[in-house]
């Protein structure tokens, strides 16, 4: 079975001054049913890929083949097998929502009958409603449905749950995994960690217009040895020093977030004793202890070596 | 939802921007209610039939009352009097055509004018005309006016073919233009880019769309025009309506190339006045375009506007025959393929 998508050694650097090399040389596999998700901090270059990958864009060097095929040849093919949905869409206020899907239903020469869309992504009783009446997540059900009107077998959502409020955003966690059912393939961009480790079979994450690491969620974090978080604060001024807790028994990495020290530890019930014994041993007071999972988050700090907030400034430098 | 002519791209695309634009009331009144408005607005400005009076300032001097009297019996005369600074006011702002000073039995009787506006010189001859009568002056030849209040040679009948043709211009550039730059902001150009759609579907859904708009604005001008002024088009309307569609056409590819490559409402509005200033001055919708210098005729005539004007007043008010208009139909033809061509080229879908 040849994969959805591949890609081999992608660049893109748009002109201006300086020029931005937006992708610096990216490799990707979609394997035909899975969902792979593209993680990465403002101006990492995933929109980029992924609009290169939807034949929006084109590479500056590298290829893109989607679905077995290549755009330089079978541009209007692949379209027709494929639904995308833009990070910035504003679709037409003034129409409703089922003139809206009857429309991009017509472009494709097979597909669903826009009611069909309409109820993939359950919005029936707004059917007959114009778009400027809909709420944000609301319309991003909708952008989905226009991507999913022609029936395809690769769905390109770039950050589709942006900007929406939790209850909105398992909506469309609930359309994706029901497309996936039916044997769909998709390629999704997302800041959000948690949707990534919920939705994705493979996740790449994404800095500086490269991939810093790409396995399943479970293998990433596994992969960093430690796949537990302590975190804890000490009273006031008392600091103690930044290696402090660094060679405790189970601690594999020690950073400090904006006054809160984070230990990535392997196993909780032992480092958690040790640490406790040596803040009394340096009579620190501890304000608070916390330990959670290990998530993506720390997958991206251990290889960015910064966290995901910081990242646009990082960029910026 | 059954498939079929219903479902086919050009027909959905045509009709989602028709129902766009149903649903944008403004866009509706400015297409339909302004040129009815303008038209009716100047038709009754300029009405033809009675004559107007002549504005007459009578300035302080000598036997000013004797001057007033005899003015207001020879009729045709609005007789305004006041300071000699309230003449020279009321001549500047327009209100008098004419100031008329009586002077000592020795002094020549004195008309104050503006040679350069209309009417000044008609005004002073028609005073001086009644003054001389009045002191005995006999003309040796009959005379009888009749004024042109026929149909066809009225101002309103030159009004006309000039609304259609703004209205056909503001139409189809606005129409299609900012229409094409909204959706590029919106993204929703780059959308369809993703689709199967084909581009030339869009583009003819576009200019398809403008043509049913524009179509039935032109024909409540026409209709308007006939009941209340009783304008009507000596030559017939076949040729009209060649002139109108092909017109529609040409204005919309105008808009088209003018939106194929903005990003901004502001590039876009700016480039729209750029090119329909000069047309709204030279192509003679409000006055004849024959007035300005022969040095600049040619020019004047290759403007996409210029033919549209001046076939439908060749049609409207000379009765001139669809063979005879061929020039002005071959000009708008020409601008609308090489704009058409151009602007598909150059395109920019995001
Ligand atoms: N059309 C463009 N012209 C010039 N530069 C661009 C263009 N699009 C993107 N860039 C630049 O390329 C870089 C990567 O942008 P991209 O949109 O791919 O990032 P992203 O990962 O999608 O970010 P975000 O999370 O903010 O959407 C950025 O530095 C951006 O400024
Ligand atoms: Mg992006």
């Given at each position: 079975m040849t994969n959805a998508i591949e890609c081999r050694?992608?660049?893109?650097?748009?002109?201006?001054?300086?020029?931005?090399?937006?992708?610096?040389?990216?490799?990707?596999?979609?394997?035909?049913?899975?969902?792979?998700?593209?993680?990465?901090?403002?101006?990492?270059?995933?929109?980029?890929?992924?609009?290169?990958?939807?034949?929006?864009?084109?590479?500056?060097?590298?290829?893109?083949?989607?679905?077995?095929?290549?755009?330089?040849?079978?541009?209007?093919?692949?379209?027709?097998?494929?639904?995308?949905?833009?990070?910035?869409?504003?679709?037409?206020?003034?129409?409703?929502?089922?003139?809206?899907?009857?429309?991009?239903?017509?472009?494709?020469?097979?597909?669903?009958?826009?009611?069909?869309?309409?109820?993939?992504?359950?919005?029936?009783?707004?059917?007959?409603?114009?778009?400027r009446t809909l709420s944000g997540g609301q319309k991003q059900r909708v952008a989905v449905a226009t991507a999913l009107v022609g029936n395809p077998r690769l769905l390109f959502l770039d950050e589709p749950t942006t900007g929406l409020d939790p209850q909105s955003r398992r909506e469309i966690w609930k359309i994706i995994a029901d497309f996936r059912e039916s044997g769909g393939t998709v390629l999704l961009t997302t800041h959000y960690m948690d949707e990534a480790e919920r939705l994705c079979d493979r996740v790449a994450i994404f800095d500086h217009g490269q991939v810093l690491a790409e396995d399943s969620p479970r293998n990433l974090i596994r992969q960093l040895g430690a796949e537990h978080m302590v975190m804890f604060e000490v009273e006031g001024a008392q600091t103690p020093d930044p290696e402090f807790g660094a060679g405790l028994p189970g601690v594999i990495s020690v950073r400090t977030e904006s006054g809160t020290r984070c230990l990535s530890v392997s196993e909780v019930h032992v480092a958690v004793p040790a640490l406790l014994a040596a803040i009394a041993e340096q009579n620190l007071r501890l304000t608070s202890l916390t330990t959670r999972q290990a998530t993506l988050e720390d997958v991206f700090v251990h290889h960015a070596g910064r966290s995901l907030e910081d990242g646009s400034e990082e960029v910026k430098k | 939802m059954n498939s079929g002519i219903l479902m086919h791209p050009l027909v959905q695309l045509f009709l989602a921007r028709f129902r766009e634009f149903l649903r944008t009331p403004e866009a509706v009144f400015w297409s339909y209610v302004f040129p009815l408005v303008m038209m009716v607005a100047l038709g009754l400005a300029f009405r033809t039939g009675d004559v107007p009076p002549v504005n007459v300032a009578i300035a302080q001097g000598t036997a000013e009352d004797q001057l007033a009297k005899v003015l207001e019996q020879r009729g045709g005369f609005e007789i305004i009097r006041g300071s000699n600074d309230d003449c020279r006011t009321a001549l500047r702002s327009g209100k008098a055509d004419v100031i008329v000073q009586l002077s000592e039995s020795?002094?020549?009787?004195?008309?104050?004018?503006?040679?350069?506006?209309?009417?000044?010189?008609?005004?002073?001859?028609?005073?001086?005309?009644?003054?001389?009568?009045?002191?005995?002056?006999?003309?040796?030849?009959?005379?009888?006016?009749?004024?042109?209040?026929?149909?066809?040679?009225?101002?309103?009948?030159?009004?006309?073919?000039?609304?259609?043709?703004?209205?056909?211009?503001?139409?189809?550039?606005?129409?299609?233009?900012?229409?094409?730059?909204?959706?590029?902001?919106?993204?929703?150009?780059?959308?369809?880019?993703?689709?199967?759609?084909?581009?030339?579907?869009?583009?003819?859904?576009?200019?398809?769309?403008?043509?049913?708009?524009?179509?039935?604005?032109?024909?409540?001008?026409?209709?308007?025009?006939?009941?209340?002024?009783?304008?009507?088009?000596?030559?017939?309307?076949?040729?009209?309506?060649?002139?109108?569609?092909?017109?529609?056409?040409?204005?919309?590819?105008?808009?088209?190339?003018?939106?194929?490559?903005?990003?901004?409402?502001?590039?876009?509005?700016?480039?729209?006045?750029?090119?329909?200033?000069?047309?709204?001055?030279?192509?003679?919708?409000?006055?004849?375009?024959?007035?300005?210098?022969?040095?600049?005729?040619?020019?004047?005539?290759?403007?996409p506007l210029t033919p549209v004007i001046s076939s439908l007043r060749l049609v409207m008010q000379e009765a001139a025959g669809p063979a005879d208009i061929l020039p002005q139909l071959a000009i708008m033809a020409g601008w609308a393929v090489v704009t058409f061509l151009t602007a598909v080229r150059i395109f920019r879908w995001d």
């Open positions: 050694s992608l660049t893109r650097t748009w002109p201006g001054n300086p020029p931005v090399e937006a992708v610096r040389g990216i490799n990707l596999c979609v394997e035909q049913g899975s969902c792979f998700g593209v993680l990465g901090p403002n101006g990492a270059g995933k929109t980029t890929t992924i609009e290169i990958c939807e034949g929006l864009v084109e590479a500056t060097s590298g290829e893109a083949l989607v679905l077995g095929r290549s755009w330089k040849t079978d541009g209007p093919a692949i379209r027709e097998q494929i639904g995308i949905s833009l990070q910035e869409t504003r679709l037409s206020e003034k129409l409703t929502v089922l003139e809206t899907l009857t429309l991009f239903r017509s472009f494709y020469s097979s597909g669903l009958e826009p009611d069909q869309a309409i109820e993939m992504v359950s919005l029936q009783e707004k059917q007959h409603a114009r778009i | 020795d002094q020549p009787t004195r008309f104050q004018y503006d040679a350069a506006r209309p009417g000044g010189r008609d005004a002073r001859n028609a005073v001086n005309n009644a003054l001389q009568a009045e002191a005995g002056r006999r003309d040796p030849l009959q005379t009888e006016d009749v004024t042109a209040t026929e149909p066809g040679g009225r101002y309103i009948d030159f009004l006309v073919p000039g609304l259609i043709g703004m209205g056909l211009m503001g139409g189809g550039v606005w129409g299609v233009g900012y229409a094409i730059v909204d959706m590029r902001i919106r993204r929703v150009l780059r959308r369809m880019l993703g689709t199967p759609m084909k581009k030339h579907h869009f583009i003819a859904a576009m200019m398809a769309s403008r043509l049913v708009f524009m179509i039935p604005e032109i024909i409540v001008i026409l209709i308007l025009g006939w009941l209340m002024f009783g304008v009507v088009s000596y030559g017939g309307y076949l040729a009209v309506a060649m002139i109108v569609v092909l017109g529609a056409v040409e204005f919309s590819c105008i808009g088209l190339i003018i939106a194929s490559r903005a990003r901004t409402l502001e590039a876009v509005a700016g480039l729209m006045n750029l090119t329909m200033v000069p047309m709204w001055v030279g192509s003679g919708i409000f006055f004849s375009s024959e007035r300005f210098p022969d040095l600049v005729q040619p020019l004047i005539r290759l403007l």
